[in-house]
Structures are given as C-alpha cells and as structure tokens.
C-alpha cells in the first residue's frame, strides 16, 4: 500500500511556490497578496484560517485577515467585498465558509470579481470548470488531482466514484475528472445521500473520493482490492480526528490512500497558495 502523504507534497509545492513568489517579488515590487475573511468564531473555521494565514507566511504571500463579527449585517459583509474587489493590493479574496446563520453566503460569492476568486466558488469559474475553459479550480478538488499527479496515478479510463455532492467537493472534484488529460479522462460517478446501493457503486471504483462528512462512513468491504482512495473527510470524534474513510479496515486491502489528518487537508491549503500566485500574474499582466 502506498501512503499518499499529503503533508510532505504540500510542503514540496509551498517551498516551489516560496521561490516563484521571491521571483514575482523581485520582478514587481510586491508580494502576492491574499484577503482571508472570518466571519464570526466558528472554531474549526479560525483554525482552517489559521493554516491558510501561515502557509502565506511560508511562501512569501502577503495576507490579510479580516474578521467581522458573527452579527455583520449582509450589506456590511458585501461593501467590504467591493472594497476588496477595488483594493489593488489584493491579489485573491477568500471567505471561509461556512458563514453564520442569517448571512447569505451565495449573494456574497456573486460579488467576488472571478480574477480574484481563488476558492473557485463564483459562478464564473464553476461555468468555465464545467466548460473545461481557464479560471480557478476549488482548492480541495483541485488538491485531490495534484496529489494523484505527484504520485503518479493516472485516472485516464478508469472508473471513479465521487462520493458526496457538495458545491465546495464533490461537484467540482467529478468536473475536474471528467476534463481531458492524464489525470482526467475519468469515468466518473456520484453518489450521495440518495444513491441506492451506494456500496455496489463504491465496490465498481479504480478510484474512490470520499467526501460525505460521516466518520468511516466508507468501509473495507465497499472498497474493490487495489482501488485508489482519497479521503477528503474531515471529522471531529471523541477518538480525534478521522476521515471518512475506515483507513485501518482497509489500509491493507488498497493500492493507495490518504492519510487523515496529513492528507488531502495540507493539499487544500497549498493549492490556495497557487491559485493565490496565479491570481497575481494575471493581475500583473493585465
Ligand atoms: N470551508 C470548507 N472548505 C472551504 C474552502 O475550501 N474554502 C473556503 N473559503 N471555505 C471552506
């Protein structure tokens, strides 16, 4: 079995990034620079955003953390994105999700310009993603893919099962796999909270992505021998933190599987940093 370790092939992508960003540095007279926004104090959220804050810190990328209170009105929370959008200093713009109850976290994605939407979510980008056209791919799913490609685990004509639906995983992860290339080309497949005889279909898969939410919702007997797993789950249990995944049920039964925590986690954030980076040389170039 092959570990796929996520931590080391972020930390290798951050270190290619902290001289990229050293280069635009010197060559512009400024650093990447990326808005965080965290609104309210969802704990999981401040130390997802607490990760994303050092990991700018690693590469060299300027970051600025804003934190309005859980009560921001919605029209408050969208006058600070246009003010973002017209900050020339701000590369890329990311609001963690989820946002509190009462704000609206739709109406405030549509108001990120797509240059500097580097989570993906606006409308723009999930059209050019399902387009198969440029733009920025979410962080997770686009973490996902690059891991594979570190590893060298071509999904080209295999049979991939996506397990979870969501706008933030499971939809762009599927979008990603059906694209042209060596790590797309998937036959892909989703399966969600309606899907009858979810195992059946979880037993057909080269590759398996988890993204439910359940803790070790996905078990050794729902896995075909020498599948591929990428666990995108992350879950708080009186155990600590688990994946969606049974990783010790099936560690010996699989080609390859991420780690929970040090898997796709540590990926999401450096592939953040790269949209980041990206986002940068598009501006710069305009
Ligand atoms: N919440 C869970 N995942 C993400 C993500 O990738 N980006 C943002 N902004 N919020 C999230």
Redesign the pocket.
């Known amino acids: 079995m092959i570990l796929l370790d996520g931590k080391a092939t972020a930390a290798a992508i951050r270190a290619e990034l902290k001289d990229e960003v050293a280069a635009l540095r010197a060559a512009h007279g400024r650093a990447p620079g990326l808005a965080v926004v965290l609104v309210g104090e969802d704990p999981a959220s401040q130390v997802?955003v607490r990760m994303k804050v050092k990991a700018c810190e690693e590469t060299g990328i300027v970051s600025r953390k804003i934190t309005p209170p859980a009560d921001i009105r919605q029209e408050d929370l969208e006058a600070l994105i246009r003010e973002l959008d017209a900050d020339s200093d701000v590369d890329g713009i990311?609001?963690?999700?989820?946002l509190p109850l009462g704000l609206e976290s739709q109406s405030i994605l549509d108001l990120i310009d797509p240059c500097k939407d580097v989570?993906g979510f606006h409308p723009v980008n999930v059209g050019r993603l399902s387009a198969g056209l440029p733009g920025f791919k979410?962080?997770?799913p686009a973490g996902c893919i690059e891991l594979l490609r570190r590893y060298n685990l071509s999904t080209r004509g295999k049979k991939a099962v996506v397990v979870g639906r969501s706008n933030?995983v499971g939809k762009p992860l599927a979008s990603l796999l059906m694209l042209s290339g060596d790590y797309g080309d998937a036959t892909v497949t989703v399966c969600h909270s309606r899907t009858r005889n979810l195992a059946d279909e979880v037993r057909q898969a080269d590759f398996v992505f988890a993204a439910i939410g359940r803790p070790r919702f996905i078990t050794a007997d729902m896995v075909k021998d020498g599948a591929v797993v990428v666990d995108v789950g992350i879950n708080r249990t009186e155990t600590g933190l688990v994946g969606d995944c049974d990783f010790e049920g099936m560690k010996d039964k699989v080609a390859a599987i991420t780690p929970v925590p040090g898997g796709i986690g540590p990926m999401?954030i450096a592939l953040l940093m790269r949209n980041t980076v990206q986002a940068f040389r598009a501006h710069m170039e305009k």
């Open positions: 997802y990311l609001v963690q999700l989820p989570d979410p962080c997770t933030i999401t």
